[in-house]
């Protein structure tokens, strides 16, 4: 539904990863809709070769492209440029809000650019914490600093609320909400999109069982990696007939960590980052998932699919507590015998893949679109309370 632009309020969403283009999107939407709301996209391009097609899939573009990534740039860099850029567009757009997502570099800066500017902040997905600013890194650090500067705290769950108001933040300025990434994810599984990859495809129709394992956590990068290679090569001689795809991370060391590995064992496929609905696609036809991601975590439960986590501490506590997912870090011995208790025993593997997710029940954007309402006074809180724990 349209509504005129005039007395809509705007709100800039500010974002530049796939994973944000994906836990923005039902938001943006969801604003949109809202009589009093206007969105505005502000891409900084920051995964600008992973977000072909995103757009498209949840019928949005970028109103602003600030296109600040350039070769060999850091996080220092980074940094500063969305911050000039985003600076200069904060000043033409006037909003009245601006919106970042998570953990990344991205929303450090954004958060920090609206703070220079006067420009209230809201941090969707408020609140994890790992207490570990050095795990992960940068994201723990970008999440706290953001937590910092922000006028409202969207957070997904009940613990990561809590997490928030042990820092001593305000309890009015913290609404529970679900995480948004369930709503793009249910979206995405209710249309079928097929796997365009052959080799892929070929890997699935050959499998007994799916393994399906994503690794691209800084640090991790290394030994550690090289390591969960070790195990799912270990995995593949063990357990005849299974087979494992990873879609490997385009950053050049996730490639040098685990390049040798993969590429001399056959039961292991390697392929680009898929576009999202083919992801999704591939993540339900896996049997086990294999992780170091943050997202997946979350996905997982709804599409009943127990999680092996190859770190050592996870800010998504919440999913381990449920029973959805289980730490292993990086021992291959532990990985190993995780996964083949699963892949073997039904009853362990039902026992994971049965609960119910922790992160959302698919409503997460209006709740979102409703708190941002009421904290720039454009109308209270319609959407249902969350029903998350």
């Known amino acids: 539904m349209q509504h005129p632009e005039t007395h809509r309020k705007t709100v800039a969403i500010v974002y530049g990863t796939r994973p944000e283009a994906v836990k923005v999107a039902p938001l943006w939407r969801a604003l949109r809709d809202h009589p009093r709301l206007r969105p505005v996209l502000v891409s900084t391009g920051q995964h600008r070769d992973l977000l072909t097609g995103l757009h498209a899939w949840f019928g949005m573009e970028p109103d602003v492209d600030l296109a600040v990534m350039t070769e060999g740039q850091g996080l220092a860099g980074l940094t500063s440029r969305v911050v000039v850029a985003l600076t200069a567009e904060l000043e033409r757009l006037q909003p009245s809000a601006v919106v970042v997502h998570g953990d990344t570099t991205t929303s450090m800066a954004g958060a920090l650019s609206a ?36 006028d409202l705290h969207l957070a997904p769950t009940a613990l990561s609320r809590a997490n928030l108001l042990a820092e001593g933040v305000r309890e009015e300025a913290i609404v529970v909400t679900g995480n948004t990434v369930i709503d793009a994810l249910l ?27 994503t690794l691209h956590r800084r640090e991790s990068h290394g030994a550690p990696l090289r390591r969960v290679a070790e195990a799912l090569e270990e ?16 950053n050049p060391l996730v490639r040098a960590s685990v390049g040798e590995v ?13 576009p999202y609905p083919e992801f999704v696609t591939l993540l339900t036809a896996a049997d086990l998932l294999v992780t170091d991601s943050g997202g997946i975590q979350e996905e997982a439960p709804s599409l009943d699919k127990p999680v092996l986590v190859v770190r050592e501490s996870t800010e998504r506590p919440e999913a381990v507590e449920a029973g959805t997912a289980r730490l ?11 996964a ?41 809180r319609t959407a249902p309370g969350s029903a998350v724990a």
Request: net charge negative; with cysteine.
């Open 115 to 150: 703070r220079y500017a006067g420009v209230p902040v809201v941090h969707l997905e408020a609140g994890l914490r790992t207490h570990d600013l050095l795990s992960p890194f940068p994201e723990e650090l970008n999440r706290r600093l953001t937590g910092v500067m922000a």
């Open 187 to 213: 979206e995405t599984s209710a249309r079928a999109h097929p796997i365009e990859d052959p080799l892929v495809r070929a890997t699935i129709d050959a499998a007994e069982r799916l393994v399906v394992a």
């Open 235 to 250: 995995l593949t001689r063990r357990s005849p007939g299974l087979k494992v795809v990873v879609p490997l991370h385009p």
């Open 262 to 274: 993969v590429d001399r064992c056959p039961d292991i496929t390697v392929c680009s980052p898929m």
């Open 328 to 338: 292993v870090g990086t021992d291959p011995a532990l990985l190993v015998a995780e």
């Open 340 to 380: 083949e208790r699963l892949l073997h025993d039904p009853v362990a593997y039902r026992a994971m893949a049965q609960l119910r997710n922790p992160f959302g029940d698919g409503r997460a954007g209006a709740r979102c679109a409703d708190a941002i309402a009421e904290l720039l006074g454009a109308g209270a």
